[in-house]
């Protein structure tokens, strides 16, 4: 294939994507009806069990609704019929409750919880809710709430009175005003018996939460979720687990009807049946108007740039005017031997058009199943016929597969997790909660889903190379190279560049947005300063570190010392982390992330701009970036045979380096409709956007300052209205 599929121009193939872009563009929800399917957690998705296909546990499951529906009813009428007024009963305050409030894990006993919520209520014989006193903990964890004792004491009220725990659950906004609310929820609660209130204070001594703990079993930030329906530190929106229901049953139900006929009937599936019973994809369109609009060079350079891998084009020192790909393979990393993930060197060069043209593929590591030496090459360029056209199926896949666990999984999703624990655990009168928590809400609970379902024994390590310990490695790894420090999006290279341009243009509304609510804030910002010094503590000492400053260079070989030292510098490009900074040294680890402040009570010069900037970051990130990625999934590894996350080495001699006609190196039956149900399953589900602002949890000025730059937006191939406001899916 040329430049072009025979006969036709850019122009043919620009106007094939806009027609199909448009036919297979994903829209989001409409409302559900009672009576549609349910899914009550996105928690109980599976890549393999059929969750929707047994009918008892589809009874099962909506006599499970019901009685959730009838505990939900009751609680909601109960909160009618006795509301809590936040009315404090009793004028005098010569009694109290004290105590104090710790984390409970074994290593962070000693680590108080400050500025929590705390309430201490009573009831009355007809169930009425009076609130005796409240406030909130100290910097030591200490509270003490005073009440009015010869209230307490009325025979009114019941024998056992409510010292309660709160946590903010949402914060919303008035959608006018901008004036934030926040919804709080009962996290813990202990009844104290009316008769041990004897005038004197009452102590409730140390109380031992485990609240947003973080996880000791991996080398990475992640929070403690035991049974996510149960014991979560934060629970989905009802409108999240609706919206997901919505798109996610109908692909459900496709897969599991697959993996039915595969296990009884595999003679009446193949790879086309398969892609045919999925929603036909961007790609899967184009090739039906235009056989080769997608596998030409010309689409190859432009979804490299612009598609879900946004690669980063390194200028190459040798020949100017050209530019260099780097997607680094399984590398060091444990790998099975089924699949080949080698590392793949492209260079393009700009055409006149400013996208770019692949000029040479170099292919280096295992690519078959005999030889196994990591340092081969081999190097192809656009005279090599069918082997290009191989070689560039080759890149597109181990890029596809570097792009989700390398950008999409560690860039995005663990990324936003360290920031969203760090945040929880530590902000709670500082207005940067306000700020902060809508766009890192939901992110640690699609996490735990991404360990069984995409990691662990999850698709992932079934569909592609990486086993889940490399997986766990390289993400801990990819991890490293990224900072709010000094970030910056990507440059743009030529007009062409629309994520670039796009990132960059979307980096201004974040500033505004940020700079706004910094303006409005500030004096509350310095006076609850200690929330950030304590926020900026767990970041740092919880973040992995620096990006391979683990291993110990000196053992490395040449070859070993050339790779690395590439991906160190090609890396660190990527993520824009800069390398210069001095970083901290916590028990002998340098640390990837930034310090916001080393001042306990007040800010010091600089301090408030740096945690500016790691707000912009952490927006940036779980929204922009978040979503550049998700979406592209289903356009750019939406067809099995286009793109998957691995190629199997076959039994030939030339292992991967075969057309797309041989199936003996594409995925599996099994693997192929688990790979459409996967790129569908995320690209389709997105729920909770900037602009629509469904549940109102989005700061006004920000969805405005975005809307007003719909039309930029949209001449770089960007809908606002899609930009989601949280990493959830
Ligand atoms: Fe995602």
């Not at 010392?561 to 510098?569: H, K, M, P, S, Y």
Request: aromatic fraction near 12%; charge should be negative.
């Amino acid at each position: 294939m040329a430049i072009y599929p025979p006969n036709k121009t850019q122009k043919d193939i620009d106007e094939v994507y806009k027609r199909a872009y448009e036919r297979t563009k994903i829209i989001y929800p409409k409302k559900k009806t009672f009576f549609s399917p349910r899914l009550r957690t996105l928690h109980q998705i599976s890549i393999d069990k059929g969750y929707l296909a047994s009918t008892l546990v589809g009874i099962g499951d909506f006599c499970i609704d019901l009685v959730a529906a009838c505990i939900a009813a009751v609680k909601k009428i109960n909160r009618k019929i006795f509301p809590r007024e936040d009315v404090i009963h009793g004028t005098k305050k010569d009694s109290y409750v004290t105590g104090k409030i710790t984390f409970a894990k074994k290593n962070d006993l000693t680590t108080p919880i400050h500025h929590m919520q705390v309430e201490f209520w009573a009831r009355t014989f007809f169930g009425g809710w009076r609130k005796m006193s409240s406030g909130h903990t100290d910097e030591e964890g200490v509270f003490k709430l005073y009440f009015d004792f010869i209230e307490a004491k009325k025979f009114k009220y019941r024998r056992s009175f409510h010292f309660e725990i709160h946590q903010v659950e949402h914060v919303f906004f008035n959608q006018d005003s901008g004036e934030p609310r926040k919804k709080v929820s009962v996290f813990d609660s202990f009844k104290v018996k009316k008769s041990d209130l004897t005038g004197m204070g009452y102590d409730l001594g140390l109380i031992q939460l485990f609240y947003w703990e973080y996880r000791d079993d991996v080398p990475i930030p992640r929070v403690v979720i035991k049974e996510q329906n149960e014991d979560a530190p934060e629970y989905y929106s009802e409108g999240r687990n609706e919206a997901a229901a919505e798109q996610f049953i109908p692909i459900e139900i496709i897969k599991d009807k697959h993996l039915l006929q595969i296990k009884r009937n595999p003679q009446s599936i193949s790879i086309e049946s398969i892609q045919d019973d999925y929603p036909t994809n961007l790609t899967v369109a184009m090739e039906r108007e235009i056989p080769g609009s997608t596998r030409c060079d010309y689409w190859f350079g432009r979804r490299m740039m612009n598609g879900m891998s946004c690669a980063t084009f390194l200028p190459d020192e040798k020949e100017k005017g050209k530019y260099w790909v780097k997607i680094f393979g399984s590398c060091d990393y444990e790998v099975n031997q089924e699949f080949a993930f080698p590392t793949v060197y492209g260079q393009f060069k700009i055409a006149d058009n400013g996208l770019p043209l692949p000029t040479k593929i170099i292919v280096k590591g295992q690519t078959d199943a005999y030889n196994k030496n990591p340092f081969q090459e081999k190097t192809f360029t656009p005279n090599d016929g069918e082997k290009w056209e191989q070689a560039k199926r080759i890149m597109r896949v181990s890029s596809a597969l570097s792009s989700e666990i390398d950008d999409h999984f560690a860039g995005t999703h663990l990324n936003t997790e360290q920031y969203a624990i760090a945040v929880r655990r530590n902000v709670r009168l500082n207005p940067v909660a306000e700020l902060l928590l809508p766009h890192l809400k939901e992110v640690t609970l699609i996490n735990h889903t991404a360990d069984t379902n995409l990691i662990g024994p999850g698709y992932i390590p079934r569909a592609s190379a990486m086993t889940a310990e490399g997986i766990i490695e390289r993400s801990k790894d990819a991890l490293g190279t990224h900072d709010w420090k000094n970030w910056k999006p990507m440059e743009p290279i030529s007009e062409q560049h629309t994520f670039a341009i796009a990132s960059n243009l979307f980096w201004d509304v974040v500033h505004q947005f940020v700079d706004y609510f910094f303006d409005e804030n500030e004096e509350d910002i310095k006076k609850y300063w200690y929330e950030i010094y304590c926020m900026s503590n767990d970041l740092v000492n919880n973040s992995v570190p620096l990006f391979l400053s683990e291993q110990d260079s000196r053992k490395w070989t040449g070859e070993e010392r050339e790779l690395n030292q590439d991906r160190i510098e090609y890396n660190h490009l990527r993520a824009c982390f800069d390398n210069t900074l001095s970083r901290d040294i916590i028990n002998g680890k340098k640390k990837s992330i930034s310090s916001i402040t080393k001042s306990k009570n007040t800010p010091a010069e600089g301090d408030m701009d740096n945690l500016k900037d790691m707000c912009k970051y952490a927006i940036m990130v779980a929204t922009f970036l978040h979503t550049y990625v998700n979406e592209h999934q289903y356009e750019d590894i939406g067809e099995v045979l286009y793109c998957s996350l691995g190629l199997r080495y076959g039994d030939k001699e030339d292992g991967i380096f075969q057309p797309e006609n041989d199936y003996s190196i594409a995925p599996d039956l099994t693997r192929a409709t688990q790979m459409m149900w996967f790129s569908n399953l995320l690209s389709r589900t997105e729920y909770g956007f900037i602009t629509r602002n469904e549940e109102h949890d989005i700061h006004p000025y920000f969805s405005k300052l975005l809307l007003d730059k719909k039309e930029e937006f949209a001449k770089l191939h960007v809908n606002v209205e899609n930009i989601e406001s949280r990493t959830n899916i």
